[in-house]
């Protein structure tokens, strides 16, 4: 199985700062790589697909980069509906996995 | 528009088999190329791909449980059921659908139904 691990584990920041998450898969996934964004009680959000592409809807302060192994997520402006837990999650093959989640918490 | 519901019971016992059910509309998974898949979420903890099942009844697992799960659909009632046998306190958590197309990532969730495995 192909492991990702993502950094931080949890991240206290402003509204306004940038924000960056970093997720390394153990084995090259191309760009085989999502985001998604999770807040208690509400359906998963996708945030990014195929690495880079963002999804119809979200907002382009949210950037997504990188392909094999090291991907990040960017969010360029951090506004106060963006606190919440953020996962990345490879589809290059099956069993499809999971990071640990960042948690972006109010600084 | 489309949407994913999940029902089920809240409570389990240990040892019995959990059923789960996803109510989707907005697509068919008689379409080529659409897939739903399972997910879950442990309390406190990450989430955890579960098994998909595509339009043409191509079925994947989660090695890790695959003795365990059995996905299936229902195209005329818009469903798809996981069933997970077996269940342990260490199953409690919060189970999502969501649909897929191929090659496409998971861009469409259910809220999440919690279930508790407790005697």
């Known amino acids: 199985d192909i492991q990702m691990t993502q950094s931080p584990s949890t991240l206290s920041a402003s509204v306004g700062d940038r924000v960056t998450i970093t997720c390394r898969a153990s084995q090259s996934i191309s760009i085989w790589l999502a985001w998604f964004q999770l807040k208690p009680g509400k359906a998963p959000k996708l945030l990014i697909y195929k690495a880079s592409s963002l999804e119809s809807g979200v907002p382009s302060r949210f950037s997504g980069s990188g392909s094999g192994t090291e991907f990040t997520l960017t969010i360029s402006s951090l506004q106060p509906d963006d606190f919440a837990t953020y996962y990345c999650q490879h589809f290059n093959n099956y069993p499809w996995t999971f990071g640990q989640g960042t948690k972006v918490e109010i600084k | 528009q489309i949407t994913l519901k999940e029902s089920g019971p809240t409570l389990v016992k240990p040892t019995q088999t959990l059923t789960l059910t996803c109510t989707f509309s907005g697509f068919s998974l008689s379409t080529s190329g659409v897939g739903v898949a399972w997910i879950r979420q442990p309390p406190g903890k990450a989430l955890e791909w579960l098994a998909l099942i595509y339009w043409d009844d191509d079925k994947y697992y989660n090695p890790s449980l695959k003795t365990r799960l059995t996905i299936t659909k229902d195209t005329s009632k818009n469903q798809v059921v996981l069933t997970m046998t077996n269940m342990d306190p260490v199953d409690t958590a919060t189970y999502y659908c969501?649909?897929?197309?191929?090659?496409?990532?998971?861009?469409?969730w259910g809220q999440g139904t919690l279930v508790t495995v407790s005697s």
């Open positions: 969501a649909h897929r197309l191929v090659a496409m990532a998971l861009d469409y």
